[in-house]
Nanobody, 111 residues
Framework: QVQLAESGGGSVQAGGSLRLSCVISGGTFGAYPVWWYRQAPGKQRELVASVTMGGDTNYADPVRGRFTISRDITRKAVYLQMTSLKPGDTAVYYC?????WGQGTRVTVSS
């Protein structure tokens, strides 16, 4: 059974940085890309970034140039380095792999 464990969320001021982690246990790591999504209060869940095990990455326009997704195959982990954070980045961030989702980690950016 696949389990996804996110961590690294918190509260920061605008312009700050955070690094989110998603550790994947169970299943076969690398069978699928790993996706980061986010859901702001009152809004639909939206894609933030994705990475394949081959290292190909994709970013949503609002975060491109500020966020960096990476993976560590040895640790079965995927990271989301977030810089130049804006209040609009406030959301619960979710890791998604195959058919599974993590519980989410909350990011709050104050102005």
């Amino acid at each position: 059974q696949v389990q996804l464990a996110e961590s690294g969320g918190g509260s920061v001021q605008a312009g700050g940085s955070l690094r989110l982690s998603c550790v994947i246990s169970g299943g076969t790591f690398g069978a699928y890309p790993v996706w980061w999504y986010r859901q702001a209060p009152g809004k639909q869940r939206e894609l933030v970034a994705s990475v394949t095990m081959g290292g190909d990455t994709n970013y949503a326009d609002p975060v491109r140039g500020r966020f960096t997704i990476s993976r560590d195959i040895t640790r079965k982990a995927v990271y989301l380095q977030m810089t130049s954070l804006k209040p609009g980045d406030t959301a619960v961030y979710y890791c998604h792999y195959g058919a599974d989702w993590g519980q989410g980690t909350r990011v709050t950016v104050s102005s």
